[in-house]
């Protein structure tokens, strides 16, 4: 994978937020392979893979229910990327960790993405930071939307794939924010919903430890909803994300 990489010619790259395409396909590669045996365990199941089959290079938005902070996304970098390159509902050989989809982006808190070196590096991997209105440091808060968040998921959603968690939280009592709907209002993306199952169950939620092998858990890659959402009011929107969600 390393002699690929720097064979590359265009490793000293950009992507639009500045990161150098290199590394990130680097990081990319590292994580998904200290990753990978929990995911090719027979544990783990994968549905609705051929939903990401013929899906535009651009402006995909992928909504999914929230539940560990850091391995929600580190499942879905191994499925998108497996899926792209072919695979069914499977991700057993690694093959696709070598040239990863690198326009591949998910929203992340500021907050928790900037208090360790390994969440420093998993945002490198693609995190599109935002600044959470309602919460802060485990206190709720009320606060303006930073005026450059929205145009950060634009600007990825121009260049690729964004996830997304409309929640912005763990807690399934929590109501959907009004920020997913604004994203999908403004950009009318194309919405993949996504549902995770039994993670709370295999992971730790708020870091990187596997706590228990022998759950089983699931990820399912529901059909793309080709609706035009533009005419939609912003609550309709919300009611239409918890019914996705749910």
Known sequence: MFIYLVNNKNVLKKNIFGQTIFLKRLIIGFVGLITHRTFRSKKFEIKGSKNLFNLPETNVLFVSNHQTYFYDVIAMLHVLNSSVKGRIDSVKRPKYLINPKIN??????LETMKKSLITKLLTY??????????????????????????????????DGWVITFPRGTTDNSKPIRKGTAHIIK??????????????KAVFQRNGLRVINRKKDFSIEIMKPLRIDMTKKSIEEITIELEKIIN
């Open 186 to 199: 403004t950009n009318n993306p194309l919405i993949v919903p996504i549902h995770l199952k039994g993670f």
């Open 104 to 109: 591949l982006y998910y929203i992340a808190s």
């Open 125 to 158: 991997a693609g995190a599109v930071l935002v600044q959470r209105s309602w919460r802060d440091s485990g206190e709720s808060v009320s606060r303006d939307i930073r005026l450059e968040d929205p145009d950060k998921i634009k600007l990825a959603l121009k």
